[in-house]
């Protein structure tokens, strides 16, 4: 089945880049996702990005998808720290397979 | 457009009880799926609903059982319920020609 993961934590400063990697092991996903979870809160959608598609941008996001490597990243530009969350990636077959996510703490 | 929503936000119970969540789809969609998520782990999958029959299921024991009805909206049920069932339960939903899940904001279940 499939499995994926991602690194468990990444700090950066207000107003830098961030970079969340994922890696999974299953290619037939139809989409890949990004969620974002804050405290004691649901997983809330951020970006999908479709297997048939390299890159997508969405404002401050940038989503790049390696289907050769099985490598999705998602990078937040000018990072916030409204941005501190948990984020997780996930690909769908139907149902979502999530990794355990990447905390992300952004320091002012 | 209403979102998803689950009910209660937060539930208490003892070992051996019995426990029925609830969660309300997205209006427009016909699948319904259940996650548990424990702490400091990402969300499992349990079991999924498409149009009121049961269309997948995780690696979760009988005692987990869910009802879809004819609105789309879904329980879940746990029987005996054991200390490790204590986490977030997660329904999601979504319209099956897009295949985008959107999540409610969960029930937090402490069993004691």
């Avoid at chain 1, 649901?42 to 941008?57: A, V």
């Avoid at chain 1, 990078?75 to 990447?102: E, H, M, P, V, W």
């Avoid at chain 2, 054991?82 to 329904?91: G, K, P, Q, R, V």
């Amino acid at each position: 089945g499939e499995d994926v993961e991602q690194s468990l934590f990444l700090s950066v400063r207000e107003g830098d880049s961030s970079v969340i990697n994922c890696t999974y092991t299953d290619s037939s996903s139809t989409y890949l996702y990004w969620y974002k979870q804050e405290p004691g809160a649901g997983l809330q959608l951020l970006t999908y990005i479709f297997s048939n598609m390299d890159m997508k941008q969405d404002q401050r996001l940038t989503v790049l998808l390696n289907k050769k490597d099985k490598h999705l990243s998602l990078r937040i530009a000018d990072t916030q720290t409204g941005d501190s969350a948990i984020y997780f990636c996930g690909g769908s077959q139907g149902n979502l397979i999530f990794g355990k996510g990447t905390k992300l703490s952004v320091k002012p | 457009e209403t979102g998803v929503t689950q009910s209660p936000t937060h539930l208490i119970k003892t070992r051996g009880q019995q426990v029925t969540l609830r969660c309300s789809s997205q209006s427009g969609h016909n699948t319904v799926s259940w996650y548990q998520q424990a702490l400091g782990q990402g969300p499992q999958f349990i079991f999924q609903y498409y149009r009121e029959e049961e269309n997948g299921r995780g690696n979760f024991p009988p005692r987990f059982s869910g009802l879809q009805f004819p609105n789309y909206s879904s329980e879940l049920n746990v029987n005996a319920l054991e200390l490790d069932d204590s986490a977030l339960y997660l329904c999601a939903s979504s319209s099956g020609t897009s295949g985008i899940w959107y999540f409610g904001p969960g029930t937090r279940l402490l069993v004691l």
